[in-house]
């Protein structure tokens, strides 16, 4: 391998693996002679990768972790892995790990070859995700997330196609402030340039996103930051209601069973809990989600969600009379 620039890239890819490289195997591999890989050696730890060497005949090489590494060198495989990887845990709001996902996958997608995006589009296009959804079957386009993401980060102008709750469809034209993920839902905080006004918008009803090109200077938010102005948004547009149940089991298995923002139940003993918590989300929602914890419970409030579960109750009792003795599923 007579290129020299290509021929740094590979041996940081191989480098790059958790293994220590005899230099005869590296000479090997890239085609050129023991005391070539040496001189490449230097030229990497002039770039500033901390490439450690071993004593011996025939010497080992591996590269050593740092706090200030310089940019990773990825090959197809792993560029396509990693960017699939980060779309799974961005378009599904996987709790903890949603923002960063969206971040890093902004920044990958910007650096792809399009031969890569389009293996990776493909891949993601033909895999169907089991997961347990928002409750709403609403599912969000990684492709949206990373544009907004882009804009966001770079003071962009938005437009999108947008769907309110009553299914009227508009064009909208934003200056993106920041995107927030609630751990079932994405939100995007914006300032929307027609109505003047700041507002959010949720991320699975946005669609053909793009951005425009003009730059804004960024806008005082009306308040701490992003995640509180959502926060204050809905709970002005819906209701809010405290839910209070018990459960007959420990409270590390109930807690097991829901989804961390409804908050942690506290132990009454060894085999009992309680949960009190507030939601924005529809009463047919969380009977569903309650009844699914899959143990004996009690809910105490609020009233309507007594009589959601009611009805849920009557509802599967009606089916399960339905199927003929002995049926299978």
């Known amino acids: 391998m ?39 050696i230097e030229r990497l730890r002039d770039l500033g990768y ?18 200030a590494m310089p940019p990773l060198v990825l090959d197809d495989e792993e560029a396509v892995a990693i960017a699939v990887g980060l779309r799974a845990g961005a378009g599904h709001a996987v709790e903890g790990i949603e923002e ?3 971040r890093a996958l902004a920044k990958l997608e910007q650096v792809l070859p399009s031969r890569l995006r389009h293996r990776v589009s493909a891949l993601q296009n033909a895999t169907v995700p089991l997961t347990w959804g928002s409750g709403d079957g609403a599912t969000v ?14 003071h962009e102008r938005l437009r999108f196609a947008y769907r309110t709750g009553d299914g009227t469809r508009t064009r909208r034209l934003v200056e993106p402030h920041q995107l927030v993920s609630t751990g079932r839902r994405w939100y995007l905080v914006a300032y929307d340039i027609d109505r ?16 425009t090109g003009a730059r804004f200077a960024p806008r005082e938010l009306p308040a701490a ?20 149940a ?22 009454l003993g060894s085999d009992s809990c309680r949960l009190d918590t507030t939601t924005s989300d529809s009463l047919e ?13 009690t809910v105490h409030e609020p009233a309507e969600l007594v009589e959601h579960l009611r009805g849920l109750g009557a509802r599967i009792s009606r089916a399960a009379e339905r199927c003929p003795q002995g049926q299978g599923t």
């Open 225 to 244: 930051d992003a995640a509180e102005y959502l926060s204050r948004s809905l709970s002005g547009s819906q209701p809010t209601y405290r839910v209070v």
């Open 196 to 211: 003047e006004d700041w507002r959010t918008f949720r991320v699975d009803r946005v669609s053909e996103p793009f951005a």
């Open 50 to 67: 901390p490439v450690q060497a071993t004593m011996g005949a025939d010497g080992g090489y591996r590269l050593a972790a740092g706090a």
């Open 246 to 267: 018990t459960f007959s089991a420990p409270a590390d298995f109930v807690a097991s069973r829901l989804p961390g923002w409804l908050g942690t139940p506290t132990a």
């Open 141 to 154: 386009d990684p492709h949206t997330l990373t544009a907004m993401a882009a804009a966001a980060t770079g």
């Open 100 to 102: 960063a996902s969206v």
């Open 285 to 297: 929602w969380m009977a569903f989600r309650l009844a699914i914890v899959d143990c004996e419970f």
């Open 2 to 40: 007579t290129d020299t620039p290509a021929r740094l890239l590979n041996l940081l890819s191989l480098l790059q693996t958790p293994r220590e490289w005899p230099g005869s195997e590296l000479a090997e591999r890239l085609g050129v002679s023991p005391r070539t890989i040496r001189r490449d």
